[in-house]
Nanobody
């Protein structure tokens, strides 16, 4: 298990931007994939984006392609989710997670074994 700490959520107007951060406590992300998932009230958790730490390979949900960017900073041992052109449909609790999924399974939540508490993103219209 890896303890994860997310930050960067908040309230933003439609069309605005936010940048989320995810960092492990006491460990590094090496050899893991780090994914971002979100859950809106009354809806199931859904995949947003993921990055393989060692390879830098990224995967995005279709709904966020072209608007969101997942990246890593090795010096800070952190993963970021930069979100642009936000819409009310992007509202939800955003959680980062780590795991070791194969490339074709990076969007599957069951492939991730450690989860953060989440950071709330609210987009007003």
């Amino acid at each position: 298990q890896v303890q994860l700490v997310e930050s960067g959520g908040g309230l933003v107007q439609a069309g605005g931007s936010l940048k989320l951060s995810c960092a492990p406590s006491g460990r590094t992300f090496s050899n893991y994939a780090v994914g971002w998932f979100r859950q809106a009230p009354g809806k199931e958790r859904e995949f947003v984006a993921s990055i393989r730490w060692s390879m830098g390979h990224t995967v995005y949900a279709d709904s966020v392609k072209g608007r969101f960017t997942i990246s890593k900073d090795s010096a800070k041992n952190s993963v970021y989710l930069e979100m642009n052109n936000l819409t009310p449909e992007d509202t939800g609790l955003y959680s980062c997670a780590v795991g070791s999924p194969i490339l074709s399974a990076m969007s599957r939540s069951d492939m991730y074994h450690s989860w953060g508490q989440g950071t709330q993103v609210t987009v007003s219209s």
